[in-house]
T-cell receptor
Framework: DVKVTQSSRYLVKRTGEKVFLECVQD?????MFWYRQDPGLGLRLIYF???????EKGDIPEGYSVSREKKERFSLILESASTNQTSMYLC??????????????FGPGTRLTVL | KNEVEQSPQNLTAQEGEFITINCSYS?????LHWLQQHPGGGIVSLFM?????KKHGRLIATINIQEKHSSLHITASHPRDSAVYIC?????????WGAGTKLIIKP
């Protein structure tokens, strides 16, 4: 079974703090993704990575950065947290198969509250 | 207009009822995914399909590529089926997500 783990289930931070969200997958997947999920908006892609040290912006990268130094680990960084970044953050990974055949596997999510 | 639209947004039904959740999309896709999210956050992939129909237990997913429409059916629904069901389409190696359908099955 694929396992995707996230460093925290719940996190409370203050405005202006630097926040690190960690994601680790144990199945040697090529692709990793960070999403945020807000009521009524569904999942929105923040960043994704298709290889170590490679990253691509998703739909809403502003205010975020990412790091992928090792294949199994993909970190999401909030450089200066703001209240509008209060959300559920979901990490996913996939094998990187041909278009249309790839399944994403999700971590349990981190519910971040910025005060 | 969103590229992936789900209906209904919310659905409450009695245990045992036949459930249908719909997904329409407006872009060319290579595959369509149905996923389930239980309270607490974790998302699980249910189906990935590019044509026809797939069945797994009490769950059935169908897709009509010409009409750009998919349905997820649940037969003999049970309270443990209560969750958010999400439709997503694969396009250009990314997923485009619907907003989800919140399903509550009452005993």
């Amino acid at each position: 079974d694929v396992k995707v783990t996230q460093s925290s289930r719940y996190l409370v931070k203050r405005t202006g703090e630097k926040v690190f969200l960690e994601c680790v997958q144990d199945m040697d997947h090529e692709n990793m993704f960070w999403y945020r999920q807000d009521p009524g908006l569904g999942l929105r892609l923040i960043y994704f990575s298709y290889d170590v040290k490679m990253k691509e912006k998703g739909d809403i990268p502003e205010g975020y950065s990412v790091s992928r130094e090792k294949k199994e680990r993909f970190s999401l960084i909030l450089e200066s947290a703001s209240t509008n970044q209060t959300s559920m953050y979901l990490c996913a990974s996939s094998r990187g198969l041909a278009e249309g055949t790839d399944t994403q596997y999700f971590g349990p999510g981190t519910r971040l509250t910025v005060l | 207009k969103n590229e992936v639209e789900q209906s209904p947004q919310n659905l409450t039904a009695q245990e045992g009822e036949f459930i249908t959740i719909n997904c329409s999309y407006s872009v060319g896709i290579s595959a369509l995914h149905w996923l389930q999210q239980h309270p607490g956050g974790g998302i699980v992939s249910l189906f990935m399909l590019s044509s026809g129909k797939k069945k797994h237990g009490r769950l059935i997913a169908t897709i009509n590529i010409q009409e750009k429409h998919s349905s997820l059916h649940i037969t003999a629904s049970h309270p443990r089926d209560s969750a958010v069901y999400i439709c997503a389409v694969s396009r250009n190696y990314q997923l485009i997500w619907g907003a989800g359908t919140k399903l509550i099955i009452k005993p």
